[in-house]
């Protein structure tokens, strides 16, 4: 069975299984979630609302929209892409090929972020988002922290432009400023209270065996960190202590198997503490370090 043409009525169960069972013939993994997720995203409903919708009639407009969705997942687009969205702590951001996909690890990072380096909500502070993509973290930090400037940085021109707008409607343009820059070209020394970043950090031999959604459909310059995947990371680590404050902290997302080498970078580049976290999976995945004060505070004089 395959998707009735969208001139043809059809209810949104049986469009459902219609769907499903085409992305099956194609041999495209999780076929039944997806077709879910596409059909209860296009009557703006939740997944668990599809059974008590099963008997409602898709009008004509759906349908079009319907089969135009079930072309690209055939394809093997990713969902994110094909809907048009993507969730990012509870937030709606707008989601296309110009960008990386949000993920889930990432919100990890923001929420690290916001408990070690901006524990107070109110603070004024001054904080940079390294390869902002489609904004998300950036966009959630002014969210979250009110009073903060953020700055977020992108060599990609067309990824600045998903962040703009993905920031003008979530109501934080004005408190955001986006540039197109190389890491944090520009910044003046010891301006920034915090930098957090989600770099490219993954092996260029390994990109070829990724999964086929994030190779063929995401950005390269988003995923490609090089040989050994911290060429971003190698560079920024110093840009990133001339542009903090002594005391200033660096929060990044790194691959599982990278802590080791990037304590060592941060190390050597004048972060001090540097510690590796687990995410929710107890996976090695963020580095957090504090900008060293260049001489050892001084206490009280003795004379
Ligand atoms: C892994 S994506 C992260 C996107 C977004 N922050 C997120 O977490 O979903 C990395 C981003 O860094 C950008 N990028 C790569 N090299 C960069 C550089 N040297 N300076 C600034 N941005 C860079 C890429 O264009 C891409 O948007």
Not at 61 to 85: F, I, K, N, S, T
Not at 92 to 110: Q, S
Not at 128 to 146: N, W
Not at 188 to 212: H, M, Q, T
Request: hydrophobic residues 45%.
């Amino acid at each position: 069975m395959t998707l009735p043409a969208p001139a043809a009525p059809v209810s949104v169960r049986d469009a459902v299984q219609a769907l499903a069972r085409t992305l099956e013939s194609r041999d495209i993994d999780e076929a039944l979630a997806l077709a879910e997720w596409a059909v209860a995203d296009l009557i703006r409903v939740g997944r668990a609302e599809l059974r008590t919708e099963g008997a409602r009639v898709l009008n004509g407009p759906d349908r079009a929209r319907l089969a135009e969705r079930a072309e690209r997942l055939a394809a093997d687009e990713p969902l994110q892409y094909v809907l048009g969205h993507a969730d990012f702590l509870g937030r709606r951001f707008a989601c296309d090929a110009r960008a990386l996909i949000p993920r889930p690890e990432t919100e990890e990072l923001v929420l690290t972020a916001l408990r070690l380096a901006l524990p107070d909500p109110i603070a004024t502070v001054r904080v940079a988002d390294v390869g902002t993509g489609s904004g998300c973290i950036a966009i959630s930090l002014a969210l979250e922290r009110p009073n903060a400037a953020i700055l977020a940085t992108d060599t990609s021109a067309a990824a600045l432009a998903l962040a703009e707008s993905n920031a003008r409607a979530l109501g934080t343009a004005g408190r955001v400023r986006f540039l197109c820059v190389d890491l944090l070209g520009g910044t003046a020394p010891d301006s920034l209270d915090a930098v957090v970043s989600n770099p490219p950090y993954i092996e260029s031999p390994v990109l070829a065996g990724l999964d086929r959604r994030v190779r063929d459909f995401e950005p390269r310059a988003a995923l490609d960190g090089g040989p050994d995947g911290l060429d971003t990371i190698r560079r920024l680590a110093p840009a990133a202590v001339a542009a903090l404050r002594p005391g200033g902290h660096i929060l990044l997302e790194i691959g599982e198997t990278q802590g080791p080498a990037v304590r060592t970078l941060l190390s050597h580049a004048g972060f001090a503490g540097v510690r590796i976290l687990p995410d929710l999976c107890r996976r090695e995945r963020f580095a957090v370090g504090i900008r060293a004060f260049s001489s050892p505070p001084r206490g009280p004089g003795i004379c």
